[in-house]
């Protein structure tokens, strides 16, 4: 390697590319936590805001969406703004839509600004990223990414145990309060140690493609999200939503293949190992975000767990995503499909020991099954990205990777409303069963070593035993999630063995 190879794209002093190190850090910390906090504070988001479970969940699967979303657009707004000025903007609008979240007085303030606040930060880590490759020189890089890829498991620690600390004593708004510090602190950083990008390149933006795309997808989800409530298609706002989004879907994949420029490029998926990694992306989406948004209601509703225990238990699955990380770099020595098989595995061993939680799971439990699942996640991330880009042309890199974000995102916010509705249908179908024996013929019900203090011949013994029947439906509810999140995994397996293994010369 030549001197002239190994200098960066922006020559700065050491001093100033370490200030551009901290602030990429501090900057990709605040949009972690802001990704991963809000599942500590979402059963206090849900009474406070008079929302029913699968409404509050509408905070997390339209972030996702909005996230994903957009940052395919990182390029084009890279072109129009510079690198440095995009990232400053990006922390400006993530932080007022945050302040926004946390002065939301309905859920539908509440999930508009987790739009903007998903939209308008999707750029924050992919840019820094990238900003670091530039400002240090190639034999750094390595260092440089370790790096930052061990600080983005900040976030996902002491996020959620602080939101749920600060929730507990002071209310869910301080969830959102607390990150705004951090945010300021990046953004500030960011105006004086980013420096200006001078390399501008003109980038055109499909925009039919990306509006298509957008309108599909956010019809879709609504479908999903409100389908359960409104009985399906029995109801005309699904239909009409339904019709939207196969119609904005068909639009989408006919300009595709006939524009010289579309938004996401056919091409991609004309690489076998990119395909499989595709889907085998979506499948880890579906693991990744589902469990923080299901086990947070039924730690508070159902086994009475406060905030500050929620947060902690979830603050256990950053911890297993740092473990996991420090084990694929061993892993990496070997096919990168042993790593893959292994972490589904531990997804599948997680899905099967929530699926025997009861209504006395102790705390220990919960905090190595969250461990668990994190690790899980950190020794499948690796070796996917790098087996899907193993044989993809070099000119379809970045948008190959703005494709698998995109399509980790959908998967995430399409499960999550699979399985809430599916604990909603669930609650409702085996309260109705259960009730059924709530009968004067019952013999049961006369004998008070069985009943205790749940009896039906006052107002105060019914309503005890309507809680209780309420609890005991829900939580077979969680079972038929935690069923589906299992059943993912095990698919996930056969798809792994179609990949591509390592190729002879590979290191």
Not at 151 to 166: D, E, K, R, S
Not at 213 to 239: H, T
Request: net charge neutral; proline share 5%.
């Amino acid at each position: 390697m030549t001197p002239d190879e190994d200098q960066p794209a922006l020559p700065l002093t050491v001093s100033r590319r370490i200030f551009v190190l901290i602030t990429v850090v501090v900057a990709s910390t605040a949009f972690n936590a802001a990704t991963f906090s809000v599942a500590a504070i979402l059963p206090q988001v849900q009474g406070a805001l008079s929302a029913t479970q699968d409404e509050v969940s509408w905070a997390v699967t339209f972030y996702i969406l909005a996230t994903a979303v957009t940052m395919p657009m990182t390029g084009w707004l890279v072109a129009r703004l510079g690198r440095g000025r995009l990232q400053f903007w990006s922390l400006a609008c993530f932080t007022a839509s945050t302040i926004m979240c946390a002065l939301a007085t309905s859920l539908e303030g509440l999930v508009a600004w987790r739009l903007v606040q998903g939209a308008t930060g999707a750029p924050i880590q992919p840019l820094g990223q990238t900003i670091l490759l530039d400002v240090f020189p190639r034999h750094q890089h390595g260092l440089v990414i370790a790096i930052f890829g061990t600080t983005n498991t900040i976030g996902p620690v002491l996020g959620p145990t602080f939101a749920g600390y600060l929730a507990e004593a002071y209310g869910w708004r301080w969830g959102f309060f607390m990150i705004v510090p951090v945010g300021l602190a990046a953004c500030v950083a960011a105006r004086f140690a980013l420096p200006e990008d001078t390399r501008r390149r003109k980038v055109s933006l499909d925009w039919i493609g990306f509006l298509s795309l957008s309108i599909a997808i956010a019809a879709a989800q609504f479908v999903l999200s409100r389908g359960q409530r409104l009985d399906w298609f029995e109801s005309p706002e699904i239909v009409i939503e339904a019709c939207v989004a196969a119609l904005a879907l068909y639009i989408f994949i006919v300009h595709t293949f006939t524009t010289p420029t579309p938004y996401l490029s056919p091409r991609l998926l004309f690489d076998r190992n990119y395909t499989i990694g595709v889907c085998l992306i979506v499948i880890f989406g579906m693991l990744n975000f589902t469990p923080m948004v299901l086990l947070p209601p039924l730690l508070q509703n159902q086994l009475g767990y406060p905030d500050g225990l929620i947060g902690f238990v979830v603050s256990w699955r950053g911890a297993g995503v740092m473990a996991g990380s420090f084990l694929s770099i061993f892993a990496q020595r070997f096919d990168p499909r042993v790593g893959m098989v292994a972490g589904f595995g531990m997804q599948i061993v997680s899905g099967v020991w929530l699926t025997s939680l009861n209504l006395d799971a102790q705390l220990w439990s919960l905090c190595a099954n969250a461990f668990l699942q994190g690790m899980a996640v950190g020794l499948i991330w690796t070796p996917i990205v790098t087996t899907a880009f193993r044989t993809l042309d070099h000119s379809l890199r970045p948008e190959g990777i703005a494709v698998l974000h995109l399509m980790r995102s959908i998967g995430s916010s399409f499960f999550i409303s699979i399985t809430v509705a599916e604990i909603v249908r669930a609650t409702s179908a085996n309260y109705g069963r259960m009730t059924e024996v709530l009968s004067p013929y019952n013999k049961s019900l006369n004998v008070p070593a069985i009943t205790g203090e749940w009896h039906t011949d006052t107002i105060t013994g019914m309503a005890r035993l309507a809680k209780e029947i309420d609890r005991q439906a829900a939580m077979l509810g969680y079972m038929n999630a935690f069923i589906l999140y299992t059943a993912m995994s095990v698919i996930a397996i056969p798809l792994v063995l179609l990949l591509g293994g390592r190729r002879r010369g590979d290191a």
